[in-house]
């Protein structure tokens, strides 16, 4: 029994499973009333950490829904008919997809937290029940795939600097020179300039407001034990050709209990 594991049925509240945790038929050697409990929250697990994944995807679809609004209506404004909108729509609209992109990897990133937590669970609560199906792959010839959702973490930090560079165009579209604005008399003030440079502030605001939007957990850590992680199983790249199912081998994933 590692402190790891000791320590996490301290912190859930109940009993360290025995060591012998009964045949395939169900009996136990040891009579243990917290095992239904135990199994209770094995099945929890499973359905919330299917629950997350769902809702991983469907938080992904709906800044990508929104990006695309934002780019279809600044499209629509850089069109030959609309000239007569102020260039500082177009700013606007700009910094909207900026946050709009970054709001959608915040979220990427606390749903894979929360995915991460009940695969965690379901690490250290399995073994009793369905031995370590959750911890054991099957690897082919070629070695690991590539992580869907570690492609779609990447892609929306591209649109966020695509976003950023679309910022700095419209913003150089609607003030190409820069005055002295802010030094001038109201009556000659330049409006224009004095708007994308709030625009500016506004944005940088927000992104830093987003950022600080971390889940508000309360508690204590346990003290786990630090040398616990299990070597990665494949460095470098995935290769892209060859038998993917071939000669498969099984390995353990995830941390060691």
């Not at 790891?4 to 045949?23: D, H, I, T």
């Not at 992904?60 to 260039?87: C, M, N």
């Amino acid at each position: 029994m590692s402190v790891n594991r000791a320590a996490y049925f301290e912190a859930l509240g109940l009993k360290v499973p025995p060591a012998n945790p009964g045949s395939a038929a169900g009996t136990t050697t040891v009579v243990d009333p917290e095992r239904d409990a135990r199994h209770a929250a094995l099945k929890r697990s499973h359905e919330i950490r299917q629950f997350e994944i769902e809702l991983y995807w469907k938080r992904a679809t709906y800044f990508w829904v929104l990006q695309a609004a934002v780019f279809t209506a600044l499209g629509l404004i850089w069109k030959d008919d609309a000239k007569k909108i102020p260039e500082i729509v177009s700013v606007a609209l700009a910094a909207l997809g900026l946050l709009t992109a970054a709001a959608g990897w915040f979220s990427a990133q606390g749903s894979k937290f929360w995915q991460e937590n009940w695969e965690r669970h379901i690490d250290m609560l399995e073994e009793e029940f369905e031995g370590k199906l959750h911890q054991t792959a099957w690897i082919g010839t070629m070695g690991v795939r590539w992580s869907v959702s570690n492609i779609n973490d990447r892609l929306i930090l591209f649109f966020a600097a695509f976003w950023l560079i679309v910022f700095g165009i419209v913003s150089a579209y609607a003030v190409p020179h820069w005055g002295l604005g802010f030094a001038c008399s109201v009556d000659t003030i330049n409006l224009t300039e004095t708007s994308v440079v709030l625009a500016f502030a506004l944005t940088a605001l927000a992104l830093f407001w987003l950022y600080k939007q971390k889940t508000n957990l309360r508690g204590f850590r346990p003290s786990w034990e630090a040398e616990n992680q299990i070597p990665e199983v494949q460095h470098g790249r995935p290769r892209l050709f060859g038998e993917i199912h071939g000669a498969p081998f099984v390995v353990k994933r995830g941390q060691r209990q």
